[in-house]
């Protein structure tokens, strides 16, 4: 079970709830929010090495202590489902999509790997249990082994009834276009289940060491490579009905399509193995909220359409989306739109019924800032 103690926290005074305006709106769904298993941790902590995580290996000693002290201001969030509960209700968030933090365990013994991964779901699963009317589950697999991957995904869908896996985006440095796991995504596929893809930093990180660049830019970066990898490799052509959903607005490659589809007409070695032009499988993949700016979300709504965004905050990390509910209600969109956007897209990916009523009052809307 989740820890239930919970200490004073700096996020639990927030008057945002308190001055909520009334007025009916659509529920909301948060599809990209972490929990961590201290268990699993646990279990690796005598064997961890730092310098296996991008993420940790390309760090300034500045950007080192400010994790250090995020890690110790946020263990509540990230184990307390009260705290977590009181911080949903904040923030005008419904029902979260809650996913493992993207400490992935792709670097331990395949049987290692599988006992972390249960541990993890298991631990989701209580999390859903404990509030069905506020959480759905993205379990974890050991990719590092894809039969145990494929096992694994049917244990957490068919038996802790988890609604989707989340993913890094490489594995050990090796692409996600690899052939060795084309099982877990044929399984995925018949499964019909979400798969979040999440990464944890850029793997060639020399350069990204300084001013958190190695998140900052190196994040969104590591995305760009790994779905361009699955859209070139073929993945995407192979398995047409995967169900994707890239963190953080999809990093570059939504925003550069272009380019992509010029070097497969141009040229023969950016067509070695797909036909269709690199968009068309681009725009089959869905992208969450976490881009910060009102025309970055206009262009990807634009692009690609409402019906492929989803809300997104990246609870309970500092570089989450602020006050994402009302983000997304103060863009240039339609009340459809919208409403998709903070929902009902996600209910649809996901398999769930939304209350017919918000659970939670939405947040006060600021004052519209210029864009």
Known sequence: MFYSCLPASSHSSSPLRARARGGSRSATVDIHCHVMTPEAAALTKDLDDPTR??????????????NRKQDETVRIQLTSVEQRIKDMDRMGID???????????????PELGRECARLINNRIADVVASHPDR????????????????AELERLVKELGLKGVEIGTNVGGVDLSDPRFRPFFAKAQ????????????????????????????????DTTVA??????????????????????????AAAYSGRFDHVHRARPDGRQVIKRPPSYYLKKLYFDTIVFTHHQLDYLTGLYGSDHIILGTDYPYDMALPDAVNF????????????????????RLLKIKLPKKAAVKAPATKKKAKR
Not at 95 to 109: C, F, H, K, L
Not at 227 to 252: D, N, Q, R, T
């Open 328 to 347: 997304v209600e103060r863009a240039k969109l339609t009340r459809a739109a919208k409403d998709a956007i903070l929902g009902g897209n996600a209910a």
């Open 227 to 252: 779905i361009s990898h699955m859209i070139f490799g073929g993945v995407l052509e192979a398995y047409p009905k995967l169900k994707i959903c890239l963190a953080h607005g999809g990093g570059y």
């Open 95 to 109: 029902i979260q999509a809650v996913s493992p933090s993207p400490t992935y365990y792709y670097w331990t013994e």
């Open 53 to 66: 995580a991008a993420a940790l290996a390309f760090a300034s000693p500045l950007t080192r202590e400010v």
């Open 190 to 221: 018949e499964l019909d289940i979400l798969i979040f893809m999440h990464p944890a930093g850029f793997t060639h990180g020399q350069r990204l060491a300084e001013h958190y660049f190695i998140n900052v830019i190196g994040n969104p970066l």
């Open 135 to 150: 959480f759905v589950g993205l379990g974890t697999v050991p990719l590092q082994a894809p039969a145990l991957a494929v």
